[in-house]
């Protein structure tokens, strides 16, 4: 084997060596990729369902009680605003 051989062999080992890691690492990206996409549709189910809980939280006191029992109450705070919630459901106005 000539010196020439043996450098073209060398450099090829490099390049076989580089391709198998970096797939590795390209397949591993991608399957983190598409398990955060998995993970950002379950949190935008999950928020929809809290929008639709807190929706029924509110509809389930005017069922039954026709309106709100609403009460004033302050922030917490020496300055805190005051603000109007309902004493049954927590529903802010
Ligand atoms: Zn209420």
Redesign the pocket.
């Known amino acids: 084997m000539s010196g020439n051989d043996y450098d073209e062999l060398h450099t090829a080992t490099i390049i076989t060596s580089f391709e198998n890691k970096h797939n590795q690492f390209i397949l591993k990206q991608q399957q983190l990729y598409k398990k955060k996409l998995e993970y950002i549709q379950m949190l935008n189910n999950i928020n929809e369902e809290i929008i639709t809980i807190e929706k029924n939280i509110?509809n389930n006191?005017?069922h039954h009680?026709d309106q709100?029992?609403y009460i004033e109450e302050r922030e917490d705070g020496m300055y805190g605003e005051v603000f109007r919630v309902?004493n049954?459901?927590?529903?802010t106005c």
């Open positions: 509110e006191c005017l009680f709100h029992n309902c049954r459901c927590n529903n």
